[in-house]
Every structure is written in C-alpha cells, then in structure tokens.
C-alpha cells in the first residue's frame, strides 16, 4: 500500500477533551502518516459563552475523560481556565491559529493544537484568549524556523478578515464532510484506502499510538 492510496481525516475541536485524550495516539499517527494527514476542525465550540456557566460540568467530564483515558487535567487548569472571573469558552482564537499556521506548514497545525492542549489542560493557560493563542503558535512557528511577531499575529487572530473567512470555510467544508461518518461526535478518524472509505472512534483514539497504528495496518 502506498501513501498515494491513504487518505486520513481527523474531526476535531481544539477544546474538545475528548480530542485531548486522542492526542498521544494522533501524534504516532502524524510520525507514521504524516504526508496523508488532513486536519478537519469543525467549529464545535466556535460560539462564545461564559465558562462559568460550563465549568463545573466541563471538570466532571474531565474527570471521566482522565479515568479512561489517563490524560492529565490538572488543578491549575481547574483554577486557572475552569474558574477564571470573565472567562469565555470559545475555539476561534486556536481555530484560526490553526489556519494561520497551516497556511505557511500543514504539518505545524498537530504540533500546535498539541502544544495548545498541554498548555490549557496541564499548564493552566487560558487557550480561549487570543494572547495566550497568539503566544503559543509563535513558539511554535519559532520551533520549525519562521518567525512571526506576536502583535501582528494576535491582530490577525482578531481583526484579519481573510483569516475569519477561510477559517469559516474550512470549517464548513469539515461540518459537510462530517455528515457521512456514523457518529456527529468528535474525535474521529476518517480512513480512505483506495477510495473506500474506514471510520474509527471510541477506544482505538484514547489507547496511544500503537493501538491506532495497530488498527489501520490491519484495514491497510
């Protein structure tokens, strides 16, 4: 089987955490099948609100999420994000970061969603501010050599109607794509071998890498 014949789709919103639990075994998945991997935000927390009114079942379902899975949400993000007087529960910022880094690699959007992840559910950083975002990627970008100026990057983040746009777009087009999986949820991952198109969700995404890997050379 060649690369030519893998297509990967990986469904997703970057303050999903269940995304989070999937994390581990999407980074193997990048090593091996980089070059085939497409990222497919889908807008799921795109709409502002207050996290107050969230957070306490945001924590428990975190809890559930840590149980299962064993990833860490730690207490300086319970305090820190979960509780923060005025805190906003919105993915734009890191969707359209996303975007942004994509434009210059596809490669760097994993690694900052990834570093995204750790810095909110581990280090406790505010992942819904455009600050916090804007930081992030611009180490990140500094990781793989381009470098971005932090004032300009958070005003694209906020201002730049191109940026809005084709992030609009590109949500869409991953709403519309999401129609035909089995489930509305995320994570999921859509394999296509030579056309025919393969599903996963559930267990194979929150048991590492070598689980996933294991599960898609046997479709391959």
């Not at 596809?106 to 280090?123: G, S």
């Not at 932090?150 to 991953?174: E, G, P, Y």
């Not at 995320?186 to 194979?204: C, D, E, F, M, W």
């Not at 048991?207 to 599960?215: M, N, S």
């Amino acid at each position: 089987m060649t690369m030519q014949n893998l297509e990967l789709q990986y469904f997703f919103d970057p303050l999903c955490g269940w995304c989070y639990a999937s994390a581990p075994a999407l980074v193997g998945l990048a090593e091996r099948h980089g070059a085939a991997l497409r990222m497919m935000p889908v807008g799921l927390f795109m709409q502002p609100r207050p996290i107050a009114g969230i957070a306490e079942f945001a924590w428990q379902n975190d809890q559930r999420i840590a149980t299962l899975t064993g990833q860490h949400f730690s207490e300086a993000y319970r305090e820190q994000v979960l509780l923060a007087a005025d805190g906003v529960f919105d993915s734009t910022p890191l969707t359209r970061a996303l975007t942004a880094l994509g434009e210059q690699d596809a490669a760097l959007e994993l690694r900052l969603l990834h570093t995204a992840q750790l810095a909110r559910y581990v280090d406790g950083v505010d992942t819904c501010r455009v600050e916090a975002v804007a930081q992030i990627a611009l180490d990140v970008a500094r990781s793989a050599g381009l470098d971005l100026d932090l004032d300009a990057f958070s005003a694209r983040l906020s201002d730049d109607r191109s940026l809005a746009d084709a992030t609009a777009q590109r949500v869409t087009r991953a709403q519309q794509a999401m129609q035909a999986l089995p489930s509305g949820g995320v994570p999921q991952l859509l394999l296509k071998i030579n056309g025919t198109p393969h599903v996963i969700a559930g267990q194979p995404l929150y048991e590492g890498p070598q689980r996933l890997l294991t599960h898609i050379a046997s479709l391959l």
